[in-house]
């Protein structure tokens, strides 16, 4: 549904979207217009006490504003819960109902400050407990109208001026072909709506350095956000219901898919090497990967035991043996990586703790268990990691050997390259093979580090011919499909579950706007009623709900058009936007290039019930997959902890583990019976 016009302007907030809060507001309205009732019964209107007249007066108008309030709001809520997303007809009265509502603010706030006055002035000798009443009643009524004022600067739009819609009537080829004049209002509103989010970026980013690289990182990502959110006209509430249609349709799907067949060799592995040698590797991979993250992974994953044992650590001088760069200036991240990996001061080569945008800590040591060089690549854990992963248009990384098109995520690609010209550029590699010649190179990452690791091995991978690399939940939007190919001799990518970052690229995120606009516009109930089943659904699960879905009372022949309801959500018609009929066809991503992830895929996913009590027991399953399969976001309420490096670390590691245990999906350290 289109945000609410009202005051000569456009607002986050849709006219259906006013069920709950206005139903929480009505509840303490009622509670407290009976608290007044009560109080003023119980004296009978007559008060022995200073002030006795203004209090009356101030007791039976409270009683009077707060009734029209409660109706007011009683009008609000059973209006706003008529209709449906798309169907705002039933609602046309929200309008005037929120300014009536808006109006009864004045007597509230004159009424608030008349009860300041008495109890500052004519409250002596009153019952303390009417005194503490009449405060409590004015102190709700600032409260109220406080977070009533924080309410509208959060539903605020900056770019909230009411955008022209095209004439009802008017053919649709018509109707797309713009004028000149509204051709330069999409431009100046572009414009606006990349300055805007510059604007917010820069405050959500106040702490960081406003120097140039940090200037052009806002500027690549407002234009990046703007351009994604410009072609819609949906509030958040539609894209909370939106992901809760999806999250039942794409459970109803799973459950009437037919099981899938493990596959227990990749195609392109070499000879002799299965998946359970790999898995091995991967675990072994994995607890370095990780250990990147420093003292707060660390931490995270030994709540009872890390704090004791790092804190002999920390604080404390040592001869140095390895050199350290930036950023622990207290040894604790040192500290940390040396009790998650098991190594020894000496076994490091270099470790960089230095970060800023597009330049992220790694560390390079000597696996003498595995007989490699390892380098490990920490995934994202700052502000600046994050602008690092938004910086996601496409650069171009030529590399020798590779036919077809070379491109990369831009923030990854520099990242990488920072750390190639440290390890090269520094003699880093150089150091650590002159100690032991005869080792190989291995890269590891997680997350951006995974991404950063993927692309560092490409960039080194004709000077070193022999090394590899285990990428750990890497991002899905990294590499072109000739850089993805060619990664597949040297990269092995490990993806558990239904993790997100796997499957997030621009083209997946346009492709889930449009599945969003189809599932809202399709759907035939009140968006209150979406959200409570879809809460209900994601904490006690269920069947999923029998919504109608596009197929619905509709003729084939039909799904050529695009939906009314759909299109009725859409400011102007982008190249993101597609009708019904073209769900399986990969236009809708002609708009930006495809990116993909790196190496052979392995996924792990739990072997059994999606859903499970806190106390059975966990079982794993591995098995080779392909890009193709991670080209859609799954909704789940499994897409961010998945994503966590310890639930990796603990997957793997059950995996090749033989004992049972029982796993709560809070739990942090514990491993689990498995099969591959």
Same mark, same amino acid.
């Given at each position: 549904m289109p945000g609410i016009v009202m005051f000569g302007r456009r607002w986050g907030i849709a006219s259906d979207d006013l069920v709950f809060p206005g139903s929480f507001e009505l509840f303490v309205r009622v509670l407290w217009w009976i608290g007044t009732m009560i109080l003023f019964t119980y004296h009978k209107g007559h008060f022995d006490c200073n002030g006795r007249g203004v209090l009356h007066s101030y007791l039976v108008g409270l009683l009077v504003v707060l009734a029209f309030i409660i109706l007011s709001l009683c009008a609000i809520v059973y209006v706003s819960a008529q209709g449906t997303i798309t169907n705002p007809g039933p609602r046309r009265s929200i309008?005037?109902?929120?300014?009536?509502?808006?109006?009864?603010?004045?007597?509230?706030?004159?009424?608030?400050?008349?009860?300041?006055?008495?109890?500052?002035?004519?409250?002596?000798?009153?019952?303390?407990?009417?005194?503490?009443?009449?405060?409590?009643?004015?102190?709700?009524?600032?409260?109220?109208?406080?977070?009533?004022?924080?309410?509208?600067?959060?539903?605020?739009?900056?770019?909230?001026?009411?955008?022209?819609?095209?004439?009802?009537?008017?053919?649709?080829?018509?109707?797309?072909?713009?004028?000149?004049?509204?051709?330069?209002?999409?431009?100046?509103?572009?414009?606006?709506?990349?300055?805007?989010?510059?604007? @917010?970026? =820069?405050?959500?980013?106040?702490?960081?350095?406003?120097?140039?690289?940090?200037?052009?990182? !806002? /500027? +690549? $990502?407002?234009?990046?956000?703007?351009?994604?959110?410009?072609?819609?006209?949906?509030?958040?509430?539609?894209?909370?219901?939106?992901?809760?249609?999806?999250?039942?349709?794409?459970?109803?799907?799973?459950?009437?898919?037919?099981?899938?067949?493990?596959?227990?060799?990749?195609?392109?592995?070499?000879?002799?090497?299965?998946?359970?040698?790999?898995?091995?590797?991967?675990?072994?991979?994995?607890?370095?990967?990780?250990?990147?993250?420093?003292?707060?992974?660390?931490?995270?994953?030994?709540?009872?035991?890390?704090?004791?044992?790092?804190?002999?650590?920390?604080? @404390?001088? =040592?001869?140095?043996?390895?050199?350290?760069?930036?950023?622990?200036?207290?040894?604790?991240? !040192? /500290? +940390? $990586?040396?009790?998650?990996?098991?190594?020894?001061?000496?076994?490091?080569?270099?470790?960089?703790?230095?970060?800023?945008?597009?330049?992220?800590?790694?560390?390079?040591?000597l696996d003498h268990k595995r007989e490699a060089v390892l380098v490990a690549v920490r995934g994202t854990l700052s502000l600046k990691d994050v602008l690092t992963d938004l910086s996601a248009e496409c650069e171009n990384l030529p590399i020798e050997g590779v036919s077809g098109a070379c491109y990369a995520h831009k923030g990854i690609s520099q990242a990488a390259g920072y750390i190639y010209k440290k390890l090269v550029n520094d003699g880093i590699l150089n150091q650590a093979f002159s100690i032991a010649p005869e080792y190989k190179l291995v890269i590891t990452g997680h997350s951006l580090g995974a991404g950063t690791a993927s692309l560092l091995a490409i960039l080194l991978r004709n000077s070193f011919p022999t090394l590899q690399c285990y990428s750990f939940s890497p991002p899905g939007g990294l590499l072109s499909k000739a850089l993805a190919d060619y990664s597949k001799d040297f990269v092995v990518s490990v993806v558990l579950g239904k993790d997100l970052v796997p499957r997030l690229s621009i083209p997946n995120m346009e492709d889930l706007k449009r599945k969003i606009l189809k599932i809202v516009s399709n759907c035939n109930k009140p968006k209150y009623r979406i959200l409570l089943q879809g809460c209900w659904y994601e904490l006690f699960g269920g069947d999923p709900d029998d919504f109608p879905t596009e197929m619905d009372n509709r003729r084939e022949e039909e799904l050529s058009q695009p939906l009314l309801g759909e299109e009725s959500l859409m400011i102007r018609h982008s190249s993101s936007y597609q009708s019904l009929a073209s769900d399986d066809s990969p236009a809708h991503t002609a708009a930006h290039l495809p990116l993909f992830l790196p190496g052979r895929i392995l996924h792990i996913t739990e072997d059994g019930p999606s859903r499970r009590s806190c106390f059975s027991q966990v079982r794993y399953r591995a098995d080779w997959s392909n890009e193709m399969a991670f080209r859609s976001i799954l909704i789940s309420p499994r897409m961010l902890a998945d994503h966590m490096p310890d639930a990796v670390l603990r997957a793997l590691s059950s995996l090749t583990s033989e004992r049972p245990f029982l796993l709560c999906p809070s739990s942090l350290s514990n491993s689990q019976q498995n099969t591959v």
């Open positions: 309008p005037v109902l929120v300014y009536l509502r808006a109006l009864l603010y004045i007597p509230e706030l004159v009424w608030a400050c008349l009860g300041a006055v008495w109890v500052s002035d004519d409250s002596q000798g009153c019952d303390p407990a009417t005194v503490g009443a009449v405060i409590a009643a004015v102190v709700a009524s600032w409260i109220i109208l406080l977070f009533t004022g924080l309410g509208v600067v959060f539903v605020f739009d900056p770019l909230g001026n009411p955008r022209p819609q095209p004439a009802a009537m008017e053919p649709l080829g018509v109707r797309d072909l713009e004028s000149n004049e509204s051709t330069q209002f999409l431009s100046t509103a572009r414009t606006l709506a990349v300055k805007v989010w510059e604007s @917010r970026l =820069r405050l959500l980013c106040c702490c960081l350095p406003q120097d140039e690289s940090h200037r052009a990182a !806002f /500027s +690549s $990502i407002a234009q990046l956000f703007s351009g994604f959110f410009s072609d819609t006209d949906l509030v958040p509430s539609d894209i909370a219901a939106g992901l809760a249609l999806l999250h039942q349709e794409q459970d109803k799907m799973e459950q009437s898919r037919d099981p899938e067949v493990t596959v227990d060799h990749s195609p392109s592995s070499p000879i002799g090497e299965d998946l359970e040698t790999e898995l091995e590797k991967a675990a072994h991979c994995m607890k370095f990967a990780a250990a990147a993250y420093g003292w707060p992974m660390y931490v995270y994953s030994n709540l009872l035991t890390a704090p004791c044992k790092l804190s002999g650590d920390c604080c @404390r001088s =040592r001869a140095a043996e390895y050199d350290i760069v930036g950023g622990d200036h207290l040894g604790c991240h !040192f /500290s +940390s $990586i040396l009790h998650s990996t098991g190594l020894q001061y000496r076994d490091f080569i270099y470790v960089s703790f230095h970060n800023q945008i597009y330049e992220i800590p790694f560390f390079v040591a």
